[in-house]
């Protein structure tokens, strides 16, 4: 039987909560057919850590660069120059996360909004994909494409919206991430009959680690790893009626494409 390849496209390895185990948390990804990962950075800091963290291991690793919004009231003018500069690094194949958040709200709206639309004209600039966090201001968060020409990918990670919401991305032009969190029976019930039928062309799969591991699994800790994408692949699969398999393969050209590699 063919090998599945999985393609994390958003994990948070720089989370303190992999510093002690990193080096077994790769390992048990790559022995679980995790073939690729993309570690998120949330701060210009957060890139460097990346960076550092993939040096040896370019083959298997990619990352994103930017300002997350939960950090927008710290981001200026300067910071623009600094993610030009890390985006130089071969690794850095996306500008991100950046997005709205109006759930947490840690940084104030028109603070995120600017340092969002900086992010989307850097991207631009530089020929490289968003990476987009959105949760609780789909409205807002359209509003920042108004009368921009979107010349690059542009993935919004870890869709937990409605039908409506999905398909206005999708008619944008835009790619969809899915985590665990459909895996929840509750909090991801909404999304089951739009899973059943969307069009799987631009959809990637992604484990958001170490947040938002698969309700389905009883681990000690709590703590999600790469490992567990398998959980989100057999979900849609199951949901779309076709074998694992396809699906992983599906997910796995999609991501290839989404990142230009
Ligand atoms: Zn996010």
Redesign the pocket.
């Known amino acids: 039987m063919k090998q599945n390849s999985y393609f994390d496209i958003g994990a948070n390895l720089t989370h303190e909560s992999f510093d002690n185990d990193f080096m077994t948390v790769i390992e048990l990804a790559k022995l679980n057919n995790v073939k690729k990962i993309c570690i998120t950075s949330t701060s210009i800091e957060d890139t460097k850590v990346s960076l550092k963290l993939l040096e040896n291991d370019q083959e298997f690793f990619i990352t994103t660069c930017g300002v997350h919004p939960h950090y927008a009231d710290t981001f200026e003018e300067s910071n623009i120059d600094e993610i030009k500069k890390l985006s130089k690094h071969p690794a850095v194949k996306a500008i991100g ?1 950046t997005g709205l958040d109006l759930n947490r709200n840690y940084s104030r709206k028109e603070n995120q909004i600017f340092c969002f639309k900086s992010h989307i004209e850097v991207a631009q600039e530089l020929n490289l994909p968003l990476f987009l ?1 959105q949760r609780d201001a789909h409205k807002d968060f359209m509003n920042c494409f108004n009368h921009i020409n979107l010349k690059v990918n542009a993935v919004v ?2 869709f937990t919206g409605d039908k409506k919401e999905f398909y206005e991305y999708l008619d944008k032009g835009f790619w969809i991430g899915f985590t665990g969190w459909i895996c929840d029976p509750i909090r991801g019930k909404h999304m089951i009959d739009l899973i059943a039928n969307m069009p799987l062309d631009r959809i990637m799969i992604e484990t958001d680690s170490p947040y938002l591991l698969p309700k389905n699994l009883k681990v000690k800790g709590r703590r999600n790893e790469p490992q567990f994408i398998v959980e989100v692949a057999k979900k849609i699969a199951c949901l779309q009626k076709k074998s694992l398999e396809e699906i992983s393969q599906i997910f796995y050209e999609n991501s290839q494409r989404f990142f230009n590699l």
């Open positions: 996360e966090h990670h870890c």
